[in-house]
């Protein structure tokens, strides 16, 4: 499987070297504070859909796959 979660981690911190790159021009850095921003705004988003799926998992795993079955989004599975 691609993207998983820790490439999103490679992501950022590649992003936080490119910040800390010394000798940038004031426009390279603007550059890299928005693509920053443009990549914060996504990984947050990722990293909310994963703990909405941790959730799920939960819930199955306390109640049983019945429960499951009678939410089709968490796609309970024998």
């Given at each position: 499987?691609?993207?998983?979660?820790?490439?999103?981690n490679?992501?950022?911190?590649a992003?936080?070297?490119?910040?800390?790159?010394?000798?940038?021009?004031?426009?390279?850095?603007?550059?890299?504070?928005?693509?920053?921003?443009?990549?914060?705004?996504?990984?947050?988003?990722?990293?909310?859909?994963?703990?909405?799926?941790?959730?799920?998992?939960?819930?199955?795993?306390?109640?049983?796959?019945?429960?499951?079955?009678?939410?089709?989004?968490?796609?309970?599975?024998?």
């Amino acid at each position: 499987m691609k993207n998983k979660l820790t490439d999103l981690n490679d992501h950022l911190f590649a992003q936080l070297e490119r910040l800390s790159e010394e000798g940038l021009t004031k426009e390279q850095i603007d550059t890299e504070v928005h693509r920053g921003q443009a990549i914060v705004a996504v990984a947050d988003k990722i990293i909310q859909n994963a703990s909405l799926q941790l959730k799920g998992a939960a819930f199955i795993a306390e109640y049983g796959e019945i429960a499951g079955r009678n939410i089709p989004m968490l796609e309970a599975k024998k």
